[in-house]
């Protein structure tokens, strides 16, 4: 019990300070606590005014993610014991590329935006009356779109992502896989109207592949993998709209499913 | 349905909030960022090789002396450091393409997506051949 | 239907470009740049290099590997000098140099191979 762990704090009052400094606080080092147990026992018995987000304390709800040493890390899957041994205090920063409101809270607006205007929901031409039963879909189906919609919003993808740092008008990885969450999906017929806001230079071609939101989602997403792939689907169809105009529209993205 | 639909707006205003700026080092700051930038440059040797081809192709067209001087050109060190270099990068291209295709593109196969391993297995062994066969085709005389 | 941006073409030849480079290239700079100048392997004749640079064929295929080549670098160049340097704001000339150097590019291959003799 006697061993210690220091841990480094990002402190930022908007009514205080022009910019964030850091603040240190020694916590005990218990073997299965995470970086976010260190930070509730630091708010708990230490500085009631550290301010963060978290809820679930289980990987689901995607309100805790946050820099641990440099990194995008969930803080409530990521162990204290990690850090320690080399004597250096773990680092804990709000998330890259996202303005601060407060400590390690950041002001998530302009994704919510964002994932708003790809529009991740089912979209229908026509709906079935309740009374014609359910929409039927394969295990083949589903598994074409499943591992875009384990996505828990997290943002750590975004917060890896040096497009969308340089320049936030990119609509960014997590979106992007969302969209095509719901173009895979065998009920939907959106696809169309989600190439309007994809197909542009904010949306998949301002990706240069880097490939760092893949590796950083903890719901293994591939983020990356979606923007390329929807790369393809959208050449493919501009080059379609060249040679068959009268062919243009939602061809490919269906068939695809 | 449609009644979900409505905008929802988080508040947008708050009283300050600080947004740290992006430095041009940026790719200096993680590896795998200059790993990143070093693929991306990685196309500049693919240029300087289509100069070094284009070269060639004009030493052959204007004679056996001209071609004397452009393989008497592609000896001097400076040349041959620069060519090594080139090569690093292209190589590096390639297996990092090579390597990133299952990501881009998804092959089914009855229905099941075929494992990122055998992709880029195939991709290799389909170098292999190409770069057998290219050779061969300027080594045979 | 979205705006019809330039973007997938400009994609369309960078992946070409990007797959025939790695295919190719490696083992012809190989040959070309090191084997043969350092003497690892003879080099092939001016003769029979003319001669094989002569036959249709492998004209075609070298005008291919250079347009695509010059493209593919032409996207990916403009690209890391937009992020790498932060210098969007010089977008129109960056587009114009990188895609204006491919095209020259091209042009100049085309010439040399039509015209090889
Ligand atoms: S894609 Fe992954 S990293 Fe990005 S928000 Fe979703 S779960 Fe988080
Ligand atoms: S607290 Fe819910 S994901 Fe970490």
């Known amino acids: ?257 | 349905m449609s009644g979900v639909r409505q905008t929802v707006r988080y508040t947008e205003y708050h009283p300050r909030w600080y947004r740290t700026r992006v430095s041009t080092w940026w790719w200096l700051s993680r590896w795998p960022y200059l790993k990143f930038i070093l693929r991306e440059i990685s196309s500049v040797f693919v240029a300087w090789f289509v100069v070094v081809l284009l070269l060639q192709i004009r030493a052959l067209s204007r004679g056996p002396q001209a071609y004397a001087a452009f393989e008497h050109w592609l000896q001097i060190p400076v040349i041959v450091l620069l060519n090594l270099t080139a090569m690093f990068f292209v190589t590096f291209h390639a297996v990092t393409w090579f390597n990133l295709t299952p990501r881009a593109m998804v092959v089914r196969f009855g229905g099941k997506r075929v494992p990122d391993g055998l992709i880029v297995g195939t991709n290799y062994a389909a170098w292999a051949a190409v770069s057998v066969v290219l050779a061969w085709f300027l080594l045979r005389s | ?117």
């Open chain 1, 1 to 257: 019990m006697a061993e210690t762990i220091s841990v480094e704090v990002a402190r930022y009052s908007p009514e205080r300070d022009t910019e964030p400094s850091s603040q240190r606080y020694d916590v005990p080092l218990h073997k299965d606590w995470v970086v976010l147990d260190a930070l509730n026992y630091i708010k708990d018995k230490m500085d009631g005014s550290l301010t963060f987000r978290w809820s679930c304390r289980m990987g689901i709800c995607g309100s805790c993610g946050m820099m641990v040493n440099g990194e995008p890390k969930l803080t409530c899957a990521t162990f204290l014991s990690d850090y320690a041994g080399d004597g250096s205090p773990v680092r804990v920063q709000p998330l890259r590329y996202f303005p601060v409101i407060r400590d390690l809270v950041v002001e998530i607006t302009d994704f919510m935006n964002k994932l708003q205007s790809v529009k991740p929901w089912l979209i229908r031409g026509d709906e079935k009356a309740v009374s014609e039963g359910e929409y039927l879909q394969t295990p083949e189906q589903l598994d074409r779109y499943k591992q875009f919609s384990m996505c828990i919003n997290c943002l750590l993808c975004y917060a890896a992502c040096p497009v969308y740092g340089l320049d936030p008008v990119f609509i960014g990885p997590a979106a992007i896989a969302l969209a095509q969450r719901y173009n895979m999906d065998s009920r939907d017929e959106g696809a169309g109207e989600r190439m309007d806001v994809l197909a542009q230079h904010e949306g998949i071609w301002g990706c240069t592949f880097v490939g760092e939101c893949t590796k950083v989602c903890p719901k293994h997403v591939d983020p990356a993998g979606a923007i390329q792939q929807y790369k393809l689907t959208a050449t493919i169809e501009r080059f379609k709209s060249f040679l068959m105009p009268w062919a243009a529209g939602n061809s490919e993205m269906e068939s695809a499913k």
């Open chain 3, 1 to 117: 239907m979205a705006k019809q941006s330039n973007e997938p073409i400009l994609w369309a030849l960078f992946s070409a470009g990007g797959v025939f480079a790695a295919f190719a290239i490696p083992v012809h700079l190989f040959l070309l740049g090191l084997a043969f100048p350092l003497g690892w392997i003879p080099a092939p004749g001016y003769e029979y290099l003319h001669g094989l640079f002569s036959s249709p064929l492998p004209r075609i295929y070298l005008f291919a590997l250079c347009f695509l080549a010059l493209f593919h670098w032409a996207h990916r160049f403009r690209y890391t000098l937009y992020d790498g340097l932060q210098i969007k704001h010089l977008n129109e000339v960056i587009f114009v140099c990188c895609y204006g150097g491919a095209i020259f590019g091209t042009v100049l291959a085309g010439y040399l191979l039509w015209n090889f003799h």
